[in-house]
């Protein structure tokens, strides 16, 4: 892996390849992917890659929008959430989107990932756990890439729910190259990125120690497959 890549997301695009054309990931992880959707295929499914690299830049506009209210926060039933307090609305924004510089998708080593057969029959997906659960539209796939996932060297680093994350059955990481960078992803270091991108009301409630937790839920090494 190209040790020049960033572990905050900081223009990294540039170091990657185009997989499925319009999603960038390291090169790698391109190949480990393209032999994880042959299998797919082989065994009737479509998979395909919905979201791959996303820089700092991006992932900060979410959140931001997110933080002042431009765009719907939203809770586990997916019900629009109302700010209590700082804190409070700062959580519940984490549940599904992470912090700018600390989420897994500056990478290139994770990505999201479907059955695109659903759409082609016409069905919308959201992207919430019920659809990957046993009885869900995608619940035939979800069986399968859990199974699979682990034979090209990908693990489910938000399989279960630690409170911080809402798990997320279709998130995949290329196990070997994202422990590389969860090794190089430094707290201080993220800290200091955030204090030039991020307005104050934000970073002082980014600094609360109650948020360390979500850190420590998102940037973290994968065990069990290499
Ligand atoms: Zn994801």
């Given at each position: 892996?190209?040790?020049?890549?960033?572990?905050?997301?900081?223009?990294?695009?540039?170091l990657?390849?185009?997989?499925?054309?319009?999603?960038?990931?390291c090169?790698?992880?391109a190949?480990?992917?393209a032999?994880?959707?042959?299998a797919?295929?082989?065994?009737?499914?479509?998979?395909r890659?919905?979201?791959?690299?996303?820089?700092?830049e991006?992932q900060?506009?979410?959140?931001?929008?997110k933080?002042?209210g431009?765009?719907?926060?939203?809770?586990d039933?997916?019900q629009?959430?109302?700010?209590?307090?700082?804190?409070?609305?700062?959580?519940?924004?984490?549940?599904f989107?992470a912090?700018?510089g600390?989420?897994?998708?500056?990478?290139?080593t994770?990505v999201?990932?479907i059955?695109?057969r659903?759409?082609?029959?016409?069905?919308q997906?959201?992207?919430?756990?019920?659809?990957?659960?046993?009885?869900?539209?995608m619940?035939?796939?979800?069986?399968?890439?859990?199974?699979?996932?682990?034979d090209?060297?990908?693990?489910?680093?938000?399989a279960?729910?630690?409170?911080?994350?809402?798990p997320?059955?279709?998130h995949?990481?290329?196990?070997?190259?994202?422990?590389k960078?969860?090794?190089?992803w430094?707290h201080d270091?993220w800290?200091?990125?955030l204090?030039?991108l991020?307005?104050t009301?934000?970073?002082?409630?980014i600094s609360?120690e109650q948020?360390?937790?979500?850190?420590?839920?998102?940037?973290?090494?994968?065990?069990?497959?290499?």
């Open positions: 892996m190209n040790n020049l890549i960033c572990p905050y997301g900081r223009d990294n695009a540039r990657m390849v185009a997989f499925e054309s319009n999603q960038w990931v090169s790698e992880t190949e480990r992917l032999a994880l959707v042959e797919g295929e082989a065994n009737g499914f479509k998979p890659v919905v979201s791959a690299y996303r820089s700092l991006t900060s506009a979410i959140v931001q929008a933080w002042y431009r765009r719907a926060v939203i809770d039933y997916d629009p959430v109302m700010r209590k307090n700082d804190l409070q609305w700062l959580k519940a924004i984490l549940r989107s912090l700018p600390a989420s897994r998708h500056h990478w290139g994770d999201d990932i059955d695109q659903a759409l082609d029959q016409g069905h997906l959201q992207l919430v756990p019920s659809e990957y659960a046993q009885s869900g539209i619940g035939e796939f979800a069986c399968w890439l859990t199974n699979a996932a682990g090209y060297d990908f693990g489910f680093p938000y279960e729910d630690a409170g911080w994350v809402s997320e059955p279709w995949i990481s290329d196990v070997y190259n994202a422990n960078m969860a090794a190089k430094c270091e800290s200091q990125i204090v030039d991020l307005p009301d934000l970073l002082n409630q609360n948020i360390k937790g979500f850190v420590e839920a998102s940037m973290y090494k994968l065990e069990g497959v290499l």
